[in-house]
Every structure is written in structure tokens, then in C-alpha cells.
């Protein structure tokens, strides 16, 4: 079924996007043994005066990516851009916000459309890496390729061998639980109140609803 093809996407999609961190910064020099209570310690040969500053954050200089990583996450957003159409749920897990109150597309012929989607990404993806100098980004190029193009295939066949089906309350529970996580910044977690409407019917595209059509008309 589609949704599974879109699952089997998810991680090669964070593979794609995994930020390459800088390594980390060098500890901070000892205070000298010579400075007086309560006086700083110079800044260490080569040491910049603004990380020797008060309030300075390594972190925050390791949040700065390189420009080739910057690129590549932008490349990605391509292929994202398609999982939050056809599953919004997987792509609110792995952080596109803007899918946190869809739910994922259940109605006739999605099959075809998604497979669409994949072709339209796939040319596009093709023409960048045609055009991309940098082996890296190239590279990640590649990856986004390939994972586009078994999803289609992937798509095809369990469109011609697999009986239809539709976990609809795993569906539920995961776009629910997904929101409601912890780690999830509380604007983010009030969505769930309105995927939760849009599965129950009290908002447009019921996903129950659909997933029962769904099934019926493949019994």
C-alpha cells in the first residue's frame, strides 16, 4: 500500500537531511595559576575575543552549517514536500510543521497521483544535480534519486500484488502521539486537536471514512 512505500522513504529522507556538525570546538584554557580570585584568564593563543566573551555559546557556532549542508537540506525539501502531501503524519515526524493538521490522502487514485508526485520531483532533482559543481552535494542528489525512484517502483508493486488495507487506528495513534510528544514545542502540540477533528469527521477529508471506502471498493 502507499502508505508503507512513504514509511520506507522517511529515513533516507533524514539520511538526506542528517546535519553534518562541525567537530567540536577545542575545551577552554585552564585559568592561569597566576590570576588573581574573581580575574578571567587571557584568551588562549588564536583564540577569538568574541568566544573568549561572556554569554558567547559554543553551541550557537555549532548551530552555523556549512553552505554545501545548507544545499543539500534544501534539495531534500523537495522530496519532503511530497510526503507531506500524500503522508503528513510521517512528515510532522520528522518536523515539517506546516503537515501537522493534515492526515494522510486515503481517496481514489491517490496511487497514481503520489507516483506522479515522484516523477515530478525526480526531474526536477535530476536537472539540479546536472547543473551541481560540488561532489557532496551531488552526492546527496544521488540519494534523494534514488529513494524517489523506489518509492515508484515500490508504489507499482504493491499496487499490483498487495490486498488493500488500512491500519486506520495505528494511523491515528501515530499522527496523535507524534504531537503530543514532549520533545514537541507547544504551539506545534495544540495541532493535534485539529488532526484529531479532520480524523473524527468534524473537519473535511474524515480519514475513517475514507479508509473504509478505501477497503470496500477493493473487497
Partial sequence: MTLRSLRALAPLLVAACTVRAPPPAAPAPLPSPSAAPGQSAA?????????????????????????????SNEHAKILLDVLARFSPERASALGVE????????????????????YREAIAELEKRRA??????????????????????????????????????TGLVFEGISTLLDDRIPPPRRATALARLRRYAGLLPRPLIDAAAHRIERAA
Avoid: N
Fill in 98 to 117: 506546516r503537515a501537522d493538521q493534515e492526515v494522510s490522502d486515503l481517496s481514489p487514485g491517490v496511487e497514481a497521483r503520489l507516483r506522479a508526485a
Fill in 43 to 71: 584568551a588562549a593563543p588564536g583564540q577569538s575575543a568574541a568566544a573568549a566573551a561572556p554569554g558567547q555559546s559554543a553551541a550557537a557556532a555549532a548551530r552555523r552549517l556549512p553552505a554545501w549542508v545548507e544545499r
Fill in 131 to 168: 547543473a551541481e559543481k560540488d561532489p557532496a552535494v551531488a552526492e546527496d542528489l544521488q540519494i534523494l534519486l534514488d529513494a524517489a525512484d523506489r518509492a515508484v517502483r515500490g508504489s507499482e508493486l504493491e499496487e499490483r500484488t498487495r490486498v488493500t488495507y488500512v491500519h486506520a
